[in-house]
């Protein structure tokens, strides 16, 4: 609803959700949402006071009201502007909604969260929700208006897309959704808006094996990033993996660089946010939007610059 | 007899200790002499036994009494019994009344004696309140219509059909498709025996048509009833044809020539292959007539039904190709047709509905990849394996269809070509598709598990290098020869896997990565697939909800028809006159299809046999000299009984008495008091309430 | 109970389990689980769907969705306790997607941490997280002031970080929290 | 010879007498049948004592409208019973209790208060409320007691018959001096009427049009709108009680658009008014919400349904 | 009456449920207070309020009118007519005096013979603590 009034002013208007990902590990993809949604139109607030989603393994394993209060909290910082939250990581994106389903569809946990609010003089109604980067793009801005604001394009690039765990499932509590969550195509059609082509790949839907999983057991984690890139330059030969989540991007920049390392993979493919390959069409410093990374993205940002639209 | 004092004889029942171990019966028959109008009270061990009935029908031949209380078990067990005995005595039936001190006296307070005798005392002066109001009344009979309306011409339908017709009567046969045949005739081969469907099927389609007793409406729907229990007025809608079906033979030159334009999706074929606009619905139909799909139809020739053909420069007319190659001009688009067709009205007094079902679509699932080719429901493999089917029944993988009818027209046409399509090799089936499933079906589909076992084995035996896999969540062979069938499918070396598949994902050779789960194993398994085939859910076929609704039946939750007792009465409903057969009522299989369908049958038989029906007398009549005519009781009547008539000059209310059921909603509504429900009336049931405010004091007027 | 010791033994001796969900327990395990947010774990039907489609089943975790749910209903817990699975899921959410029963098998393994983090068998890298929630209200909270400056970003987000009353707020809701219940971590 | 006639007013209005001085030429020509002998206090300047001076049952007939609300109304009414052969409780109050019963919600203290106290008019800072007997210097003054209830007169005496109408409609007024006159008369204990609803007499019921009648969709008060003229009036939600009340007015109310409200009094054999309205509007309102929307607008449903009728209610407060 | 004061109770039942419960409860034993009788009607929408507020007058001290559950009715919708003739008694009651909790309606279906003994068990305990109905 937020977000429609805010189409009726022609403005579009979101706060800008960071989470920890991000600013802490890859400011770089923060420099490029910070960059490109300006540059389409969409102002950002910096709603101030925000904190860690929460993530998975902290609240969420504690205590259900405990995660929907974190919650709250954040979305309350939205819904006192009258604004949605965006964010461009998938476990954000997940952990907010998630919370955000679990009070809507439970008044009684609704009720204890807004007490437990009350004592920091906030409530939260479920209004504000927490969209994801990419669902802004493709619905709110659209893709006519992405390739306008385009300096260079993937024409000739072959891209292979992961959208990530959070960006499809549950599909039931997201605010935005696939038709079809196994064969997900938001983001190839994104890509291939900017001129990419970016086939199907039958382990796209996969998971990357980041997060806890990582952390409990890295090796087995490996296991899913070594099939994911196997299949990636068998089925598809890919230049480049664009993701939507910040786990995902540091999972495959790092592990793959650390399989290739262990002799476990004999090839490598740059790995880039969704925001980054945005901002580095639209002609922002290389440097400072997509300067981060474990697995060399040089080349691959040399070909892109050479694209010019 | 009705100005005659009553004299009321009341008969406790000691139902062996079952009344007397808690009531005392001998303190409550005391009580009894001295309520108002009770001439005698006896006691007996069983009252419902023969001597019992007796000492009731000696008294009243005896001309000791008019009326009779019998404090025993429930009314709604023994009314009956008790009634019968007052009318072989030659008393009418309806003086009668039941106190009932066992079920809801003696058994629920046990241990409590004194009270509970304290409660029978109650219960009878309340009855016996009562009975000095009762009054005599007639059960009427009304005529029978001997006719039967049987919707759906499936397997159900027509094995009640014929069952009814063969027994004498007039069955009319309603099925909205052009042929009957139904569900079945899809099939290739049926378990547990791998009989050919159409085999078993065809002579008996054959024989509903040929039949004299038995009126054969296809490409018909029923549109309104109206009426009741042994006098349906039934309105059909035979849709229009487009084709003379009185011209058409059947045979088929109009289907061959019907352009690749208006080509559809063949429904017979579950979508595997087209048919044209004009069609007919199977090789095999009865009747084997052909209809023109008229949104499908493109009108060649500009030609619209009711227009004269335009003319070449020489004077012959421009025909569409199909009306141009019938033989008997049954394809002529010159006449004019009504697009609506024709209603005709039908009546009947007993309706069979076996309205089938149908299989859920693939595209539901989104986890297994539904947008696959090569991922197909169980009844498409159904039509793929049939020599009946698109490919004639060679196996090969779906995706290739387009390859083999390619390949089969240049064979037609004399070249000598090799068929280019891939077999599968590797086969998996997926069961409880959308059953079992809480986000669309709880209920288990009943036949997946048989007919996944069927096919495995059909294909087994006849390609036996094929590798095939069936997912079970359990597998449920309850049925005679069913687990041994299974057994034998185990043996051939079908590898049967406890645990569900949880995502097909589409390779890009249109194989398919298919992953289960293996319990007994304990771990996940996958495997790569040429053809995945999805038992998906049977649900209730389209349209079932609207009849149902016509005809005053619930669905249950599912949508299925509700049948009145799930053991006792599992093929009537809650209309009287109504039944049910096969996969209307719920999934079933073929053997459980035709048994329900002869039972039906024969309850429809039972209920026409006598040509009479009775109706009770416990009906609701209004006085029209105390009406007012305000019209209120009218949208009170469930069952439209009442209605406003001219009666010496001012509208009354009326209620037609073989509708009315007895529910008493419109007695209870009158401001005027005119309309009394007999057995029930305003003075009766306050009676009984004074009587037991009272606390069972003897009430003097 | 003395079978407990060694995880899961080899022959799971049901009637104990029973006997220990009405004695010590005084409630099903499955009953517990339930409180702790998994509500629809007794609709299971151990179809395994969820499990096929497990990155922990596929990389070789014992006691992945499928199995907990079932060891649960059957009354296992302190022997589970020792095993990494639950703290290993992903949160992926597509056995919750795939489920035909909406069981939500994420749910029972998160449940499962809930249980677990009341006994203490949480581990040390998820107490780490709460510790810096609690502290920076970031919970994957490195340092990372190098790499911002590197690209042009002030030191610190707008986040608890550059707000010390949002950051006290935040702590007074953890502290109303089962985490404080808990005492797993300090909190002043 | 001429019938003997008495009319007593009781705790009534005067309306009833209206509606006999309503007949103009009418009750001319009844009076060459009619000697009327006492009509108090409205018409004949009589005194109660000359009523009490005569003989037992030397009056044919006497009518008595209006209820029974304090001492001398009860005693008057028993002189009557004493006095005249034949009692008719004419009109609504006499019958049912009428308006007034409506009091029977409430303590005499709160009737009292409300009317002499709280009131608007009232300037009465000392709360003095009529009392039997009161001081004015010398001089005692009394009034006759006010009864704890309002009671209809069958409740004193003995009743022959009952006239509803708040007033009784001139005509039907007109046909029971000619049922009188003529003796043509019901069995005693017995209402004067045509014993049919208003419905039937009203040319908006749906069933002289050939329409069938419909479940009433919503609840309106008079006050929320003019209703449609031709349609009836309950059909339209106006919940009109016309079918519950017998129709000796001929449909006055509903000619003029307005619903009736039941001063015709139930439809015989029913005395208790409310509870037969329940029955049958209850069972014609389309779903629960319109019987909500009903407690709604009728905070205090007691009075919608017995506004005539209350003392006759089967339970009584 | 006085202390050995015990309530009477006057059950109005469906005869397709209630009344078919009430069987039930018998059937299978499960006991509820002798103090409630039932009138054996064929459906909820039978009942009219008359005969509620005459077992009041008379003497009883409750009254529990028993009908199908909503959708059930085996006339269709007699039930819903009962419950809206209910709800207007109910508030008419309270006007006059009447406790609300001494009329009630319940749905109990011809398999609930547990429920019809629990209803009227309870309802008895209601009424006991009301005390009697005094008019």
């Known amino acids: 609803m937020m977000a429609e009034t805010a189409k009726e002013e022609k403005k579009l208007k979101f706060g800008l959700f960071l989470g920890c990902n991000i600013p802490f590990s890859r400011p770089d993809v923060e420099v490029s949402m910070r960059s490109i949604f300006p540059a389409l139109g969409v102002e950002l607030d910096d709603l101030l006071g925000q904190s860690c989603c929460p993530t998975w393994g902290t609240m969420p394993s504690i205590d259900v009201v405990g995660w929907c209060a974190v919650a709250a909290r954040n979305l309350a910082l939205g819904e006192e502007k009258g604004i949605d939250l965006i964010t461009a990581c998938n476990s954000c994106y997940g952990s907010l909604n998630e919370a955000r389903h679990k009070m809507l569809t439970n008044p009684e946990i609704h009720r204890k969260v807004n007490e437990i609010l009350a004592t920091i003089g906030k409530k939260y109604e479920g209004k504000a929700k927490c969209r994801h980067v990419a669902w802004v793009i493709y619905k709110d801005i659209g893709l006519e208006k992405l390739k306008e604001s385009l300096k260079y394009t993937l024409d000739g690039i072959t891209v292979a897309v992961q959208p990530g765990c959070h960006f499809l499932w549950p599909s039931e509590i997201y605010p935005d959704r696939e038709k079809d969550p196994f064969n997900p195509v938001v983001l190839r059609e994104i890509c291939e808006a900017m001129g990419a082509e970016a086939p199907h790949y039958s382990k796209l839907i996969e998971c990357c094996g980041m997060g806890a999983l990582r952390s409990t057991d890295p090796e087995k984690s490996f296991i899913l990033v070594r099939e994911k890139m196997e299949n990636i330059k068998e089925e598809i030969d890919a230049d480049l993996i664009v993701t939507t989540c910040s786990s995902c991007l540091i999972q495959l920049d790092d592990a793959q660089e650390r399989l290739r390392k262990e002799g476990k993979l004999n090839f490598s493919i740059p790995v880039m946010h969704l925001v980054q390959v945005i901002a580095l069409c639209m002609g922002f410093d290389p440097e400072k939007v997509a300067g981060i990374c474990v697995t060399p993205r040089d080349e691959i940002i040399k070909r892109i610059l050479e694209n010019k639209r | 007899m009705a100005e005659e004092e009553p004299r009321i004889g009341v008969y406790i029942c000691h139902c062996g200790e079952n009344i007397a171990g808690a009531v005392n019966i001998e303190e409550v028959k005391k009580f009894a002499e001295k309520l108002p109008n009770v001439v005698l009270v006896r006691d007996y061990l069983f009252m419902c036994s023969n001597p019992g009935q007796e000492l009731i029908k000696q008294d009243i031949r005896e001309g000791k009494i008019n009326r009779v209380v019998v404090a025993a078990c429930t009314p709604r067990t023994h009314e009956p019994i008790f009634r019968r005995a007052l009318e072989d005595a030659g008393l009418n039936k309806y003086f009668f009344e039941m106190a009932n001190i066992r079920d809801q006296d003696s058994w629920a307070h046990w241990h409590e004696k004194e009270k509970a005798t304290e409660k029978a005392k109650q219960i009878i002066a309340a009855a016996v309140a009562k009975a000095r109001l009762l009054e005599p009344l007639e059960d009427r009979y009304v005529d029978l219509t001997q006719k039967v309306l049987v919707v759906g011409g499936g397997i159900a339908g027509i094995f009640a059909a014929l069952d009814i017709a063969n027994a004498g009567y007039k069955v009319y046969l309603v099925e909205r498709n052009p042929s009957i045949g139904g569900n079945m005739a899809k099939l290739d081969k049926t378990f547990p025996t791998n009989d050919c469907s159409s085999c078993i099927l065809t002579p008996l389609m054959v024989e509903v048509a040929n039949h004299p007793n038995i009126e054969l409406l296809t490409y018909s729907e029923v549109e309104d009833v109206e009426g009741t229990v042994g006098n349906f007025k039934v309105k059909v809608r035979k849709k229009q044809t487009w084709v003379d079906w009185d011209l058409c033979t059947g045979c088929g030159a109009c289907t061959n020539v019907c352009p690749p334009k208006a080509r559809v999706p063949d429904e017979f074929n579950e979508g595997l292959s087209k048919r044209g606009a004009i069609y007919i619905q199977f090789p095999q139909a009865v009747p084997k007539k052909a209809v023109v799909d008229i949104d499908a139809c493109i009108k060649c020739a500009g030609r619209e039904f009711g227009t004269e053909p335009r003319k070449t420069k020489d004077g012959k007319p421009i025909l569409a190709p199909c009306e141009k190659v019938c033989p008997t001009g049954a394809a002529d688009r010159t006449k004019p047709r009504n697009p609506e067709g024709e209603v005709v009205e039908l009546d009947v007094g007993a309706i069979i509905l076996a309205t089938g079902y149908k299989v859920m679509d693939k595209k539901h699932f989104k986890e297994f990849s539904p947008d696959s080719p090569n991922v197909i429901t169980a009844m498409q493999m159904e039509r793929l394996i049939s020599s009946t089917g698109p490919t004639e029944g060679k196996l090969i993988v779906p995706s290739d269809i387009p390859k083999y009818l390619e390949w089969k027209k240049k064979v037609e046409k004399g070249e000598q070509v090799e068929l280019d399509a891939r077999k599968p090799h590797r086969i998996v089936y997926v069961s409880c598709v959308g059953s079992r499933d809480d986000r669309f079906h709880s209920y288990c589909s009943r036949v997946c598990c048989m007919y996944m076992v069927k096919q495995a084995m059909l294909l087994k035996e006849k390609y036996p290098d094929l590798d095939i896999y069936i997912f079970f969540i359990d597998v449920r062979t309850p049925g005679k020869d069913f687990d041994e069938y299974y057994m034998r499918a185990r043996r051939l070396g079908i590898k049967v896997i406890k645990g569900k598949v949880g995502g097909v994902q589409r390779l890009p050779d249109e194989r398919l990565w298919v992953r289960g789960y293996d319990a007994e194993l304990g771990k996940p398994v996958e495997l790569i697939a040429d053809l995945v085939v999805l038992a998906t859910a049977i649900e209730p076929s389209d349209g079932t909800f609207e009849l149902a609704r016509k005809l005053g039946i619930t669905c249950g939750e599912e949508g299925f028809l509700k049948e009145r007792h799930t053991k006792l009465y599992p093929v009537d409903t809650m209309t009287e006159g109504v039944f049910i057969a096969g996969c209307a009522q719920g999934p079933k299989d073929i053997p459980d299809s035709v048994a329900q369908a002869k039972a039906a049958a024969a309850s429809a038989m039972s209920l026409l046999a006598p040509g009479k029906m009775k109706v009770e007398a416990l009906v609701s009549e209004v006085d029209k000299e105390k009406c007012s005519g305000c019209g209120i009781c009218v949208p009170l009547c469930p069952y439209g009984a009442i209605s406003m008539v001219n009666y010496n000059g001012k509208m009354r209310a009326d209620i037609n008495p073989a509708l009315c059921k007895g529910c008493g909603v419109c007695a209870a509504a009158c401001p005027s008091k005119a309309i009394k429900l007999h057995g029930f009336t305003f003075e009766q049931v306050l009676a009984q309430v004074r009587t037991l405010a009272k606390r069972g004091v003897v009430e003097v007027l | 109970m003395e079978m407990m010791e060694e995880g899961v033994p080899p022959v799971i001796n049901l009637s104990k389990l029973a006997e220990r969900e009405e004695t010590e327990l005084e409630k099903k395990v499955a009953e517990i689980i339930k409180e702790l947010g998994a509500e629809r774990i007794m609709y299971c039907m151990q179809c395994g769907a969820c499990a096929s489609i497990c990155p922990l089943a596929k990389t070789g975790f014992e006691w992945y969705n499928k199995k907990l749910i079932k060891a649960l209903i059957v009354g296992l817990r302190d022997e589970l306790l020792d095993d990494p699975t639950p703290w290993a899921c992903v949160a992926c959410n597509r056995c919750t997607e795939v489920c035909p029963r909406r069981v939500s098998p994420f749910e029972v393994m998160f449940a499962m941490r809930r249980l677990m983090a009341e006994e203490y068998a949480i581990g040390s890298l998820a107490i780490e997280g709460l510790r810096a929630l609690y502290e920076y209200g970031h919970a994957v909270y490195m340092t990372g002031r190098e790499a911002r400056k590197k690209v042009g970003l002030p030191e610190k987000p707008p986040s608890t970080e550059s707000d010390p009353k949002a950051l006290e707020d935040l702590r007074k809701i953890l502290k109303q929290t089962k985490l404080a219940d808990l005492g797993l971590i300090p909190m002043e | 010879m001429a019938l003997k006639l008495a009319y007593l007013l009781v705790g009534g209005c005067g309306g009833c007498d209206m509606a006999i001085v309503d007949l103009s030429e009418k009750l001319v020509d009844a009076l060459e049948h009619l000697e009327i002998v006492f009509w108090a206090p409205t018409v004949a300047d009589v005194k109660y004592k000359d009523l009490e001076a005569m003989p037992d049952q030397s009056i044919d007939l006497g009518l008595i409208s209006g209820m029974v609300r304090n001492k001398e109304n009860e005693h008057l009414v028993k002189v009557m019973r004493q006095k005249c052969k034949v009692i008719v409780a004419f009109g609504a109050c006499a019958s049912l209790g009428g308006i007034p019963g409506m009091a029977n919600l409430h303590e005499n203290r709160e009737l009292f208060e409300n009317a002499y106290v709280k009131c608007m008019s009232a300037d009465n800072p000392d709360g003095v409320t009529p009392q039997p007997v009161s001081k004015e210097g010398d001089f005692e003054l009394t009034l006759p007691a006010f009864l704890d209830k309002v009671r209809p007169i069958d409740e004193i005496i003995d009743v022959d018959y009952y006239v509803g109408g708040c007033p009784p409609h001139h005509d039907h007024v007109a046909r029971i001096v000619e049922a009188i006159v003529t003796g043509n008369l019901p069995p005693k204990g017995s209402w004067l009427t045509m014993g049919k609803a208003v419905c039937d007499v009203c040319p908006r019921n749906p069933a002289l049009k050939g329409e069938k009648r419909e479940y009433v969709k919503e609840v309106k008060r008079m006050h929320e709108g003019i209703p449609d003229e031709e349609t009836c009036l309950l059909q339209q939600g106006y919940l009109c009680l016309g079918p519950i009340t017998q129709g000796d007015c001929g449909a006055l109310c509903t000619k003029v658009n307005i619903r009736c409200a039941g001063c015709g009094g139930p439809i015989p054999p029913t005395w208790d008014f409310g509870l037969r309205a329940i029955s049958a509007i209850g069972a014609i309102l389309d779903n629960e919400n319109v019987v909500d929307e009903l407690l709604k607008k009728y905070p205090n449903l007691t009075k919608m349904l017995y506004r005539y009728s209350l003392p006759k209610a089967l339970l009584k407060k | ?135």
């Open chain 5, 1 to 135: 009456m006085g202390e050995e004061w015990e309530p009477n109770i006057i059950c109005i039942a469906c005869n397709w449920c209630t009344y078919q419960a009430a069987d039930m409860a018998g059937s299978l034993r499960y006991s509820y207070p002798p103090t409630v009788k039932i009138v054996r009607v064929p459906c909820s929408g039978r009942v009219e309020p008359e005969f509620v507020v005459e077992a009041l007058i008379n003497g009883a001290d409750g009254v529990i009118i028993g009908g199908c559950h909503p959708g059930d009715c085996h006339y269709k919708e007699g039930n819903y007519k009962a419950l809206r003739r209910f709800k207007m008694l109910k508030k008419l009651l309270t006007e006059l005096g009447v406790e609300p909790e001494r009329v009630r309606l319940e749905w109990i279906s011809g398999s609930e013979g547990l429920k019809f003994a629990e209803v009227m068990t309870e309802f008895d305990a209601t009424i006991r603590k009301l005390g009697p109905f005094k008019r």
